[in-house]
């Protein structure tokens, strides 16, 4: 292909990038936005193609990796998906780092001059720091989330100041390499060393229950590092690919520090998980909590006039999205109205829940989000919790507690609460509910699944 046909076919590819992200921005359009998506990765390989030797290789590292990345799809469990997309990021930034470093080993062969320009070194500086940073990171994030590394934060005395020095000590390096007159592989291995290590640092301080925030800000991290490997290879489409998915990982880690009221700088720099390295667990204070059975929550349930579903982990854990659909089913052909209330940052991951329903094919009309939604709790007759517990605890309104400030959903509002949990466990905040011991509240234990279904058999 002309070098002209190239840059258009890459121009196409970056409105249908465009236009995926526009889909994927609400529910209803999202099956038509990943549809784009594919569309448009799909001509951006094959425009690729037409312009290497190499197009055997790469088709049979392209079909070696679909077939991995298949098997996996196929066999993760919907609780595994915030892992599964953390370890994707990781991939992101290992791809990056590997880049760079091919760049500097033969950059003739990426049609760079042998003696590598400033310029091209600070974007393949840029480019292998982030790399690396969301490489290491996103393997923390993965470990976390999937159970293999505690949730806790891990803090240590003087934490803040060794990342800066490390930081530091990375862009002293970075400088080096980008001043010297001929390749310095002192210089680049240092900083790409010094990068994956300040990745491992920056992310062991968040506890589990900003794993949401993590996840975008490395989707974030991941973005910006195909974007500057973009610039080294003079490849338009990595660089506008890469900064679509940069700034709207960005965009989105900042709503979700605005719902958890988190600085998003601190975000930004590590370590907001936790303050002075303590995290707060439950007080230990023998308190009274009203329980019941399923049968009793459905005949709650069957004598309201509004229902108001709160998802949350625990139903992620138990699966039990579609027995859900049915009770709701169950529930409004006795002609009840039935909402389902989102938490911008319930379950493990951005829109953890949104997906769980969509699965679940209950009607997007459906489904609020918090801001829609919240002002109605205190009009409602019953609210069903399902396996939330940090995003309806009114403790967010308590000042000093841990998660003050943070917007929550208002089920405390509700004439009549129910919520169902395995047991009366603290959250990832490590911080008693006092929903639970309300007169208003009835726990129900048990699996949310099993719970839900002896509901709709009730029922």
Request: glycine share 10%.
């Amino acid at each position: 292909m002309s070098p002209n046909l190239v840059a258009l076919a890459y121009l196409v590819a970056s409105v249908f990038f465009i236009l995926a992200l526009k889909g994927l921005s609400s529910p209803v359009t999202a099956r038509k936005g990943n549809l784009f998506g594919m569309v448009g990765m799909a001509i951006a390989v094959l425009t690729t193609l037409t312009i290497t030797e190499n197009w055997a290789l790469i088709v049979a590292c392209i079909a070696l990796g679909g077939s991995i990345g298949t098997v996996v799809a196929k066999r993760v469990q919907m609780t595994a998906m915030p892992e599964l997309v953390a370890f994707m990021h990781s991939l992101v930034g290992l791809a990056a780092v590997f880049i760079a470093i091919a760049a500097v080993n033969n950059p003739v062969s990426f049609g760079l001059p042998a003696i590598l320009p400033m310029g091209s070194k600070l974007e393949l500086f840029l480019g292998t720091f982030i790399g690396a940073m969301t490489w290491s990171g996103s393997v923390i994030a993965f470990l976390k989330l999937s159970g293999r590394m505690g949730g806790a934060p891990i803090t240590f005395n003087g934490q803040h100041m060794v990342n800066l020095i490390i930081a530091l000590a990375m862009v002293g390096f970075g400088l080096w390499f980008f001043f010297s007159d001929t390749t310095n592989w002192t210089a680049f291995i240092a900083m790409a060393t010094i990068a994956f290590v300040l990745g491992f640092l920056i992310i062991i301080p968040i506890g589990g229950a900003d794993m949401p925030v993590v996840i975008s800000m490395l989707n974030s991290y991941s973005g910006w590092a195909a974007a500057g490997i973009g610039f080294s290879l003079g490849n338009p489409m990595l660089i506008i690919a890469g900064s679509l998915v940069g700034s709207s990982g960005a965009i989105l880690s900042y709503i979700m520090c605005k719902a958890m009221n988190r600085p998003f700088l601190s975000v930004i720099l590590g370590g907001f998980g936790s303050d002075g390295g303590t995290v707060a667990v439950a007080d230990g204070e023998q308190k009274t909590h009203r329980s019941g059975s399923a049968d009793d929550a459905a005949f709650l349930l069957g004598n309201a006039d509004s229902v108001i579903i709160v998802p949350g982990y625990g139903l992620a854990v138990a699966r039990a999205q579609h027995s859900v659909k049915e009770l709701a089913e169950k529930l409004i052909e006795k002609g009840i109205t039935v909402r389902f209330a989102i938490h911008p940052v319930a379950g493990r991951m951005p829109g953890h829940m949104n997906v769980l329903l969509a699965e679940a094919e209950i009607p997007y009309d459906q489904v609020l989000e918090m801001d829609e939604i919240n002002s109605d709790f205190s009009n409602t007759d019953v609210v069903l919790v399902l396996g939330a517990n940090d995003v309806v605890n009114p403790a967010a309104y308590v000042k000093g507690s841990l998660i003050y400030g943070m917007p929550i959903l208002d089920t405390h509002k509700a004439r009549t609460v129910m919520v169902v949990k395995r047991s009366m466990g603290v959250g990832y905040a490590g911080l008693d509910n006092e929903l639970f011991y309300m007169d208003k509240t009835m726990m129900v234990f048990g699996d949310a699944k099993k719970v839900v279904e002896n509901m709709v058999k009730s029922l």
